[in-house]
């Protein structure tokens, strides 16, 4: 996409094209189904091979679009009570805590809801799972290669409070050529039901490479690395 400003790009990301070969030109054949994949004249026998699950998991992404859509973000959500020991697997994690958030159950026996939480539970999770159950205090979380949209519902890594029960504040520190500016603000917690709600949580962001922001940051616990950070390395400054 070299030389095409953010507009463009968009536009080409999302112009309907052949599944096999990348074709935009002339008729195209669509999944009658999930609409979420398409073939050329030249393809159009491949059809036959479109999975099963890949065609769910085109129609689940479409239902989560039109939810982030007519809700203006992404559910992104933290459970409320402590947790025993890490689950392993989605399945489960909603077994044990399909009670526990401000949405009700039947919400989150929807796949688009459950989707877009364990998307925005991803990050804290993994947090968890890296720092097991002994850190005590501040905990302080760094996400390097973060953008804009990492800061829609800072308040879901309260979850890190559900599994590190001896964590009495925590701190996110974001860094990533693609923040929009510099601060540093807390995320009071407006849930009553939420027994972490009085713990405090701050997250402050850093637009510029991971690499030139660390020793400004206060020290990490844990270092998250998303795709874009090896990105930001090789960026210049």
């Known amino acids: 996409?070299?030389?095409?400003?953010?507009?463009?790009?968009?536009?080409?990301?999302?112009?309907?094209?052949?599944?096999?070969?990348?074709?935009?030109a002339g008729p195209l054949a669509s999944c009658k189904r999930c609409?979420?994949?398409?073939?050329?004249?030249?393809?159009?026998?491949?059809?036959?091979?479109?999975?099963?699950d890949s065609c769910d998991a085109k129609i689940?992404?479409?239902?989560?679009?039109?939810?982030?859509?007519?809700?203006?973000?992404?559910?992104?959500?933290?459970?409320?009570?402590?947790?025993?020991?890490?689950?392993?697997?989605?399945?489960?994690?909603?077994?044990a805590k399909l009670w526990d958030f401000e949405v009700s159950e039947g919400m989150l026996a929807l796949g688009p809801p459950a989707a877009m939480i364990a998307d925005g539970l991803s990050l804290p999770l993994t947090a968890a799972a890296a720092l097991g159950r002994r850190p005590e205090g501040e905990i302080v979380v760094h996400v390097a290669g973060a953008a804009t949209d990492d800061l829609v519902g800072v308040d879901r890594f309260r979850e890190l409070f559900c599994w590190l029960p001896r964590a009495t504040a925590l701190r996110v520190c974001f860094a990533g050529v693609k923040l929009a500016s510099s601060r540093t603000a807390s995320s009071p917690c407006d849930d009553p039901k939420n027994s972490f709600a009085k713990k405090p949580l701050t997250f402050s962001t850093a637009p510029c490479a991971y690499a030139a922001a660390a020793a400004s940051l206060p020290r990490a616990s844990v270092v998250l690395l998303l795709h874009a950070a090896f990105d930001d390395v090789s960026s210049p400054e």
């Open 35 to 52: 609409h979420g994949v398409a073939w050329c004249e030249a393809h159009k026998d491949l059809a036959a091979r479109h999975a099963a």
């Open 60 to 95: 689940l992404e479409q239902a989560c679009y039109g939810m982030t859509s007519d809700q203006g973000t992404p559910l992104s959500l933290a459970s409320r009570s402590p947790g025993p020991d890490l689950p392993r697997g989605w399945k489960a994690y909603f077994d």
């Open 1 to 24: 996409a070299g030389g095409l400003d953010a507009t463009a790009f968009a536009t080409w990301r999302h112009q309907p094209r052949c599944a096999a070969c990348g074709a935009c």
